[in-house]
């Protein structure tokens, strides 16, 4: 069974302040990781995905990968009330198949 | 957005009655994708579409069956609905390749009561 596994929250931070997700996995035969965000009642849309260990950048975004630990992780610098949202982290063990999503962390970012 | 459409949006049905949801793309992507969500369970899938009339289960699919008869079309079918199955179902699609993201429909709300 293929796991993935986040703190369900919520995660309440302080607008202005970094909010930090994290995500672990069970398959060490993963490849691709992504995080989505997903407002309530929504779909999920993708905010970043790694492959590489290390740190990925987009904007406010970093995805960080550590493939020996199996953890990923994902920081939103200057977070913002528009964040909140639940994030869910995904897997993939290749092949475009088989998603592995984890629960969700519910972000709450307070005025 | 990527072109998906999930039909209906929402529907509420009685126990032991068929049910079909419809997705539909117009992005020509090779997989399609069952997901259900359900709090404290995040999305599980359901069943998976690798090419027209190529499917295969996945962690939740006892009580679903999926046709794939075109590359734009997957239908899930509840085939005789019960209460446990009332979830918002989320269509996906993808193509081959590790490092390629999964895009999702709007979602369907069944109600099954």
């Known amino acids: 069974q293929k796991e993935v596994e986040q703190n369900s929250g919520p995660l309440s931070v302080p607008e202005g302040a970094i909010a930090s997700l994290n995500c672990t996995y069970s398959?060490?035969?993963?490849?691709?990781f992504f995080w989505y965000r997903q407002y309530s009642g929504k779909s999920p849309e993708l905010i970043m995905f790694?492959?590489?260990?290390g740190d990925k950048e987009d904007g406010r975004f970093t995805a960080q990968l550590n493939k020996a630990s199996q953890y990923v992780s994902l920081l939103i610098r200057d977070s913002q009330p528009s964040d909140s949202a639940t994030y869910l982290c995904a897997v993939n063990i290749g092949y475009g198949q088989n998603f592995v999503f984890g629960p969700g962390t519910r972000l709450s970012v307070l005025p | 957005d990527a072109g998906i459409t999930q039909s209906p949006r929402h529907k509420v049905t009685e126990t032991g009655t068929p049910v079909t949801l419809r997705c539909h793309q117009t992005e020509n992507h090779r997989y399609m994708y069952w997901y259900r969500q359900d709090p404290g369970h995040g999305l599980r899938l359901i069943h998976y579409s690798y090419g027209v009339k190529d499917t295969d289960k996945g962690e939740v699919s006892d009580g679903y069956s999926v046709s794939r008869s075109k590359t734009e079309d997957f239908l899930l079918t509840l085939e005789s609905a019960t209460s446990s199955q009332t979830s918002v179902y989320f269509c996906a699609i993808s193509d081959p390749g590790g490092n390629t993201e999964a895009f999702f429909g709007q979602g369907t709300r069944l109600t099954v009561v």
């Open positions: 790694i492959y590489s260990n």
């Open positions: 398959d060490r035969g993963s490849q691709s």
